[in-house]
């Protein structure tokens, strides 16, 4: 059962847009990550309209998110990177033909054994990032390994960027996997595929001569750049309208305390559904044509914010969307005011609020 209470609307036509632009912008195809819960997105929903709108790859960092998808009836092709290699549900997602990472060299024989026919391997190599990964200098001895070994397809070859930002270090893994897959293809090993890029890595370097981008939050626009749109608009509404006499504090710790006689709305979302928190009157949302500010500390599942004559209960309380349709700020601009980043701020909207896929 959904959270009336919120709303999250979701614009299909933006997330092509998005992941069309990714697409010409890194000269390769894309692979749409969907961790966090599709970065807060819902994660099967997005699965879906992903497949609908031609997506091949969905990536996921871990085993649990992949086999929600694949049990929620997708077919298509789904890469998991995290995983412990004893577990029950490598079991599971190896039956459901799940591509799986190799990120260690010593979890071959243990993978080995749990393939029961064939088993699509990418192998996961660390180029600098110092986090799971096979060590670069193990990477062509693991290779061959793998390609000796008859229940393993190995289709691709991954690596991630440590230091987006920093274009020296970026360049140098870029060059990294180059040469290792240019050595791996003189030895006879091609895996079809060959990926490093994320989603500001796609932006920043040249990574054409590789398969695939890997974008997680940029598919959903979550990052301030003139040629992708957040997909995403968030409403609430108000259950209570009321009068709060002068010098009356409002919410926990009486951080507003009235100035005069006021006017006051509560909206039922908080730092539990999403909102991040901050300062009395940093923030504001819309209702009925005008901005309204956030009134005191908000609580866990519910905020006060100005109320006018003009309100009424059910009015559409606007947090965050497209300007055209009257909102003061998009997710970006919310979350820059609240001094947060964007997708860290998506990834803590509940599971259960109501998600509206618009297909227009």
Same mark, same amino acid.
């Given at each position: 059962?959904?959270?009336i209470?919120i709303?999250?609307k &979701?614009?299909?036509?933006?997330?092509?847009?998005?992941?069309?632009?990714?697409?010409?912008?890194s000269g390769s195809?894309?692979?749409v990550v969907?961790?966090?819960?599709?970065?807060?997105h819902?994660l099967e929903?997005?699965?879906?309209?992903?497949r609908k709108?031609?997506?091949?790859w969905?990536?996921?960092?871990n085993?649990y998110d992949?086999?929600k998808?694949?049990n929620?009836?997708?077919q298509?092709?789904i890469?998991?990177?995290?995983?412990y290699?004893?577990s029950?549900?490598i079991?599971?997602?190896?039956k459901k033909? &799940?591509d799986?990472?190799?990120f260690?060299e010593?979890h071959l024989?243990?993978?080995?054994k749990? &393939?029961?026919n064939?088993?699509n391997i990418h192998?996961?190599v660390d180029t600098g /990032?110092?986090?799971n990964?096979?060590?670069?200098?193990?990477?062509?001895e693991t290779?061959?390994k793998?390609?000796k070994?008859p229940?393993?397809?190995?289709?691709?070859?991954?690596s991630?960027f440590?230091?987006?930002?920093?274009r020296?270090?970026?360049? +140098?893994? &870029?060059?990294?996997l180059?040469q290792?897959k240019?050595?791996l293809?003189?030895?006879g090993i091609?895996p079809?595929?060959?990926h /490093?890029? !994320?989603t500001?890595?796609?932006l920043?370097?040249?990574?054409?001569?590789?398969?695939?981008?890997?974008i997680?939050?940029?598919s959903?626009g979550?990052?301030?750049?003139? !040629?992708l749109?957040?997909?995403?608009?968030?409403?609430?509404k108000?259950?209570?309208?009321?009068?709060?006499?002068?010098?009356?504090?409002i919410?926990?710790?009486r951080?507003?305390v009235?100035?005069n006689k006021?006017?006051?709305a509560?909206v039922?979302i908080?730092?539990?559904?999403?909102?991040p928190i901050?300062?009395?009157?940093?923030l504001?949302?819309?209702v009925?044509?005008s901005?309204?500010?956030?009134?005191?500390k908000?609580?866990m599942?519910?905020i006060?914010i100005?109320a006018?004559e003009?309100?009424k209960l059910?009015?559409?309380?606007? /947090?965050f969307?497209p300007?055209?349709?009257g909102?003061?700020?998009?997710? !970006?601009?919310f979350?820059k005011l609240? +001094?947060?980043k964007?997708?860290?701020m998506m990834?803590?909207?509940r599971?259960?609020?109501n998600k509206?896929? /618009?297909t227009k």
């Open positions: 059962m959904n959270n209470n709303t999250a &979701i614009d299909v036509k933006k997330l092509k847009d998005n992941i069309d632009y990714f697409k010409k912008k195809d894309v692979m969907l961790k966090g819960n599709a970065y807060g819902g929903g997005m699965a879906k309209t992903c709108l031609g997506v091949e969905i990536g996921v960092a085993l992949a086999l998808i694949r929620s009836g997708d298509g092709k890469l998991a990177w995290i995983y290699p004893k029950k549900e079991d599971e997602a190896l033909n &799940i799986i990472a190799l260690d010593n024989p243990i993978l080995s749990k &393939i029961k064939n088993a192998l996961f /990032i110092n986090r990964g096979v060590p670069y200098e193990k990477a062509i290779a061959i793998i390609s070994n229940k393993m397809n190995m289709i691709g070859l991954m991630h440590c230091c987006e930002n920093n020296k270090m970026s360049e +140098k893994q &870029i060059k990294m180059k290792l240019q050595k293809n003189e030895i091609k079809n595929l060959t /490093i890029a !994320n500001v890595g796609s920043k370097y040249d990574v054409s001569d590789f398969d695939l981008a890997r997680g939050y940029g959903f979550l990052l301030e750049n003139k !040629n749109q957040p997909i995403v608009s968030l409403n609430s108000i259950i209570q309208l009321k009068y709060v006499n002068k010098g009356e504090g919410g926990y710790n951080t507003y009235t100035p006021k006017y006051i509560i039922p908080g730092y539990g559904d999403i909102l901050v300062k009395s009157g940093q504001t949302l819309d009925n044509g901005k309204r500010k956030i009134l005191g908000e609580s599942d519910q006060t100005e006018k003009c309100d059910g009015d559409e309380v606007k /947090i969307g300007k055209e349709e909102y003061s700020n998009d997710v !970006n601009k979350a609240a +001094k947060i964007p997708y860290i990834m803590h909207l599971n259960d609020t509206i896929i /618009i």
